[in-house]
């Protein structure tokens, strides 16, 4: 299966990606956990990428469209993926469309995760993710690791994300409105798009999640 996931900041893409992703057997690839390994090991795409996540600004397009077609171009995403954070923007969609249509293949669904932002706000207060792989996610709170500041999958150093600040959150809520939302209409206009609600418990979610895509 080829499916896009969309959702504010904090709506739990990437924490409902890593169950959806095992559970269908499809890679989970997320372009900021992409960014945020580029920035750790010091690359030029992380060096480029870091002001524009810093200031909850969407990288530009250039980077981010050929870093995202690299990624599902590699052996392991042939038979499907998950997109988590990709595309963002209609360019990002449109770029995804050709390059799907290039190779005589389509996208199955985009489920779209709704989240009041109340909760979204509660959501990244609380996060921490681990620094040695940013896709292991906790909250403070909602699923606390075993042991503070360290993760129970790898036993990496929890932290919380730089762009996660209350101003930055503001910022990255605001594109999300303008930018990214439209790419939801985009695809209703394909009849590809299943709006499910994000609250509740994370096993709660994924079970409405694998509903929407009629795997339950
Ligand atoms: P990205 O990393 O994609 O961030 P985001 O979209 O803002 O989303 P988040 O990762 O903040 O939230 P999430 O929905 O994954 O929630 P999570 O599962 O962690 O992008 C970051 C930046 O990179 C962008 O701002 C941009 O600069 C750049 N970028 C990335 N992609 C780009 C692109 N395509 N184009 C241009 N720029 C791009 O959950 C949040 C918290 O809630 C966690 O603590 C979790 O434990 C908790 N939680 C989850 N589910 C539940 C639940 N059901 N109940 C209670 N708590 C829950
Ligand atoms: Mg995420």
Redesign the pocket.
């Known amino acids: 299966m080829r499916i896009v996931?969309v959702?504010?900041?904090?709506?739990?893409?990437?924490?409902?990606?890593?169950f959806l992703a095992e559970n269908l057997s499809i890679p989970h690839i997320?372009?900021?956990?992409?960014?945020?390994a580029n920035i750790s090991q010091g690359t030029p795409l992380g060096k480029q990428?870091q002001e524009?996540?810093?200031?909850?600004?969407?990288?530009?397009?250039e980077?981010?469209?050929g870093m995202?077609k690299d990624r599902m171009s590699a052996p392991d995403a042939e038979s499907g993926f998950l997109l988590?954070?990709?595309?963002?923007?209609l360019a990002?969609a449109q770029a995804l469309d050709g390059a799907l249509k290039e190779e005589g293949q389509q996208l199955d669904a985009v489920l779209d995760?709704e989240v009041p932002e109340d909760?979204?706000v509660?959501?990244?207060a609380?996060?921490?993710?681990c620094r040695a792989d940013?896709s292991h996610?906790?909250?403070?709170?909602?699923?606390a690791p075993k042991q503070d500041g360290v993760c129970d999958v790898c036993g990496g150093e929890l932290y919380q994300?730089d762009?996660?600040r209350e101003e930055?959150?503001r910022k990255?809520l605001a594109?999300?409105h303008s930018e990214?939302e439209p790419i939801i209409d985009h695809y209703r206009a394909q009849g590809l798009v299943t709006t499910i609600s994000?609250?509740?418990?994370?096993a709660?979610?994924t079970a409405r999640a694998m509903r929407a895509l009629g795997r339950d």
């Open positions: 996931l959702g504010p900041p904090g709506a739990g893409k990437g924490t409902q990606a890593a997320s372009t900021g956990d992409l960014f945020r990428a524009y996540m810093r200031a909850g600004q969407l990288v530009p397009d980077v981010t469209i995202a988590d954070g990709f595309p963002r923007n990002q995760l909760e979204v509660k959501r990244i609380g996060r921490r993710i940013s996610v906790f909250h403070v709170e909602y699923s994300r762009d996660d930055t959150v990255r594109v999300y990214t994000a609250l509740g418990e994370v709660e979610v």
